[in-house]
């Protein structure tokens, strides 16, 4: 038993060892579990890119975002060509990225809806979402006593009334892809 | 009499931050605590005036044109720099310029206009983004006019709007 233990933290680490979370330069992995290349280039490019796109992702994401990212800028490297250009490069593209938001789930695109804003094969489908009630409401309500979401509740969906994490609820659906 | 200092301690503290960003009674005035430091003198008087433009634009609503304005100072982004004018106009923002030095205030100029507009854009795409998660993107001439008794402050903290960020909906999760 302890020798198939053993062997099992064996596994585990040589599977882990080759996560994306482990390996690679500490200094850009603020990207790591974004979709966002993670481009080559010299130190300062990669330094650039990053607090170009942290500063975009900021000022145009939800508060999720606001509470990851924010403004970051070396200004020792006011006039380094690598850097400026990364910094340019990186808000671009994280620009396009965060506008383009809310990409559809694959199987909305396997099975087009066809309502909503949908166009073609449904993959620019932004209206369809499932309405499950979010998992503070319960707790919020119950600590206040009052619906609290009713009372931040007046445009479409209450600001407590989806789920935070999850945006998907379709059958079939592996997050969300 | 122990609560009394504390109330006083605990004030001091509040309004410290008054005296370094006058902007803080202001709408998104918080963004003007975000200004990186380390930057010359050029560079920080750049970065307020790129802020304040920014948040002076139809971007930020009509709220935001209210309380800033387009704010870029002609006499140092000309090819022919006023120094005199300047240097009358930010006695307080600019003192620490040797003004005797044309390569020193020819630097801080220069620093000025390189980030005027990384902060201009910076101020107006987050006063963007904060109206666009709240009531959606703001109207151009000719829609309907926006309707501020649609909305509530709340919104700013809904998941489901513009950005949704939760697993499922974006391609960052």
């Not at chain 2, 971007?59 to 006499?75: H, K, L, P």
């Amino acid at each position: 038993m302890i020798k198939l233990f053993k062997a099992l933290i064996i596994l585990l680490f040589f599977t882990t060892s080759s996560c994306r979370w482990f390996s690679g330069d500490a200094t850009d992995n603020f990207l790591r579990n974004f979709n966002i290349p993670n481009p080559p280039g010299s130190p300062n490019f990669k330094k650039g890119f990053k607090h170009g796109c942290s500063q975009i992702l900021y000022s145009r994401g939800n508060f999720f975002y606001r509470a990851m990212f924010g403004y970051q800028y070396d200004t020792s490297l006011n006039y380094n060509k690598d850097y400026r250009f990364g910094y340019k490069r990186g808000y671009n593209a994280c620009f396009i990225s965060i506008i383009a938001s809310k990409m559809p789930s694959f199987d909305k695109a396997l099975f087009p809806a066809g309502g909503g804003n949908d166009i073609g094969m449904g993959f620019y489908n932004q209206t369809d979402y499932d309405a499950t009630s979010g998992m503070f409401d319960g707790i919020l309500n119950s600590g206040f006593g009052g619906d609290v979401g009713g009372v931040v509740d007046n445009v479409g969906g209450g600001v407590l009334n989806a789920n935070p994490l999850w945006a998907g609820g379709s059958k079939g659906q592996f997050f969300g892809q | 009499m122990k609560f009394a200092k504390i109330r006083i301690i605990f004030a001091a503290i509040s309004i410290a931050s008054c005296s370094t960003n006058p902007n803080w009674w202001k709408p998104n005035g918080y963004l003007f605590t975000m200004m990186p430091k380390g930057g010359s003198p050029g560079y920080n008087l750049g970065w307020r005036h790129g802020c304040q433009s920014g948040l002076g634009t139809q971007f930020a609503g009509a709220i935001g044109m209210t309380f800033y304005t387009w704010s870029r100072d002609v006499d140092i982004v000309s090819s022919k720099p006023n120094i005199e004018a300047v240097k009358d106009r930010y006695k307080k923002e600019l003192k620490d310029i040797n003004w005797n030095d044309p390569k020193d205030i020819k630097q801080n100029f220069s620093d000025y206009n390189l980030v005027f507009f990384d902060a201009y854009n910076f101020c107006r795409q987050t006063a963007l983004g904060t109206l666009r998660a709240t009531v959606g993107a703001p109207p151009v001439p000719g829609e309907t006019r926006y309707d501020p008794g649609s909305a509530n402050i709340g919104d700013i903290w809904k998941v489901g709007g513009a950005y949704d960020s939760r697993i499922g909906s974006t391609g960052y999760w």
